[in-house]
């Protein structure tokens, strides 16, 4: 449904079934409310009771927001030269910093940022996400009468990007230093990129997490969603079943919720969707997402493109002696195909098969591709912009294909709610594309690359794909884990 098309009863679900306040100025973030004339309603339905804990973290995140008492007060406890000062009294406000390495892509950054929201819902915390100068170009504020962006004047502002994994004050190495858990600081770094090793990973046992719940500021570095590990985890159980009864729809409702595009990247959106999407019966988005490092010829990708679609009915064959066939019943069918890539190879192989010969249906296809920046320039707002715009928009279409492992297609399937084909990733040492070709996921739900495979009770390692029927090991990963 288009704007152009718009009426009240399309408008009903403006507030994306509860999930969005009331009450914010429509202008400054137009995407917050006219998201809903972009997509299908969606299948999934908050439950009422996590509508009740975003009200509650709304209320929560005004009260101890930047520039409140409560943060400056919890701030200084970090400026007075020793962070080890005994705290006589509970501190009233607690604190998740999401920070990122600055060269990891959207994808990660969203997926990331999207965990550390639930971990902060999971206990009490109040979310603040650092980087505000690109993230501001690109994000509306998600919370009401506040701002989700870390301020300039933070006191640990400039240790941000510094933090890695060998930093004295991180959690990890606090554990593999025996440091006494007796006497909270007033900040730990927690380090959770794919890289975090055994200690990092102590983050995710039930026993450490009474100890951390006494740190007023956790700085958390990362790029992965680990919800799943936090499903894992007896603590957050009860509490996550009642927020997700249906516990694929964690992403589809934190995304919708938290991420609402700028009017620049909106206008983007918009306009591209009016104009190339907006008048087709189906629209079909294709991510294709080729990693350094991995180079496969592009034929052998577009075959691979090819045969997914075709064996999966998702798009038409073509009638390669090109006599026309007529429709069989009716008015052929107008399918819109949405390329998204950083190359324009595959859309212009797309493009010109459907434009040179027939469908044996009798449909229409047309092809299109946005933009394609040839490599990924994450330093660059405008190629940001544009990026985000390419997520969304392939979250708008019907039918979604994607490449394995990429977060930029995961974020594109959970704000759609859509459960993509997933095209395998060619194997072996001379990168030879598998057949199948692609598999349909088993849910909307980003896959863990890189999980922690440790029972923290029994002390030894585990299969974490094992352990409860609902995390699963990923269609795309074979060592990673998803909720299904
Ligand atoms: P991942 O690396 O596939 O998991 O996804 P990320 O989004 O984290 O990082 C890839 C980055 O490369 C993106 O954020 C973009 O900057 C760029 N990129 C990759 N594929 C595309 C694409 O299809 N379109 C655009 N515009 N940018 C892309």
Redesign the pocket.
């Known amino acids: 449904t288009s704007v152009g098309k718009s009426s009240e009863d399309e408008y009903k679900d403006k507030l994306l079934g509860g999930l969005l306040a009331p009450g914010f100025d429509e202008g400054s973030c137009l995407s917050r409310y006219q998201a809903s004339l972009y997509r299908k309603l969606s299948p999934y339905k908050p439950s009422s009771y996590l509508l009740s804990r975003l009200r509650n973290y709304e209320d929560l995140h005004k009260r101890c927001g930047p520039h409140s008492e409560p943060y400056k007060r919890t701030v200084n406890e970090l400026m007075v030269g020793n962070k080890n000062i005994t705290r006589s009294r509970e501190t009233e406000c607690k604190y998740v910093v999401y920070t990122f390495h600055s060269k ?5 950054r969203i997926q990331a940022a999207t965990s550390a929201f639930l971990y902060a819902i999971l206990t009490n915390r109040v979310l603040l996400i650092d980087q505000g100068k690109d993230m501001s170009d690109l994000f509306c504020e998600p919370f009401p009468e506040s701002s989700w962006f870390l301020p300039e004047n933070f006191p640990l502002k400039n240790n941000l990007d510094l933090f890695n994994q060998t930093s004295h004050d991180s959690f990890g190495n606090m554990l593999k230093n025996n440091m006494s858990k007796s006497n909270p600081s007033a900040y730990l770094y927690v380090y959770l990129e794919v890289d975090y090793d055994f200690y990092d990973k102590l983050f995710f046992c039930d026993e450490n997490q009474p100890f951390l719940s006494r740190v007023p500021w956790l700085i958390l570095k990362t790029s992965q969603y680990f919800v799943p590990s936090l499903f894992l985890m007896q603590c957050f159980e009860q509490e996550l079943g009642r927020l997700f009864p249906n516990r694929t729809t964690v992403f589809h409702h934190l995304g919708r919720y938290l991420f609402h595009p700028t009017n620049q990247v909106w206008g983007l959106i918009t306009r591209y969707y009016e104009a190339y999407l907006a008048n087709a019966d189906e629209r079909i988005g294709i ?1 294709i ?1 080729v990693f350094e490092g991995s180079f496969v010829p592009q034929k052998d990708v577009t075959d691979q493109i090819l045969s997914c679609t075709m064996n999966q009915k998702l798009l038409p064959q073509v009638n390669e002696q090109n006599f026309v066939v007529p429709p069989p019943s009716g008015k052929p069918r107008l399918k819109a195909v949405l390329v ?3 190359g324009k190879g595959y859309y212009e192989i797309l493009r010109n098969m459907y434009w040179e010969n027939p469908t044996v249906t009798g449909d229409f296809v047309g092809v299109y591709q946005p ?1 394609h ?1 040839e490599f ?3 330093e660059k707002q405008s ?2 912009r ?2 985000l715009a ?1 997520i969304y928009l392939l979250s708008l279409t019907d039918v979604l294909v994607t490449s394995a492992r ?3 297609g995961y974020v594109a399937q959970g704000l759609g709610g859509l459960r993509p084909w997933i095209l395998y990733r060619p194997d072996g040492e001379n990168l030879t594309v598998p057949g199948p070709p692609c598999v349909q996921l088993m849910s909307t739900e980003p896959c863990l690359h890189a999980p922690t495979y440790y029972d923290c009770k029994a002390k030894t390692g585990v299969d974490v794909g094992n352990v409860v029927p609902y995390v699963r090991h990923c269609e795309d990963t074979r060592w990673g884990i998803k909720v299904v």
């Open positions: 990891r892509g959207l994808g990660n991510q997402r998204t890539s950083l933009s920046d990924q320039q994450t190629h940001n544009k990026a390419e990429s977060t930029f």
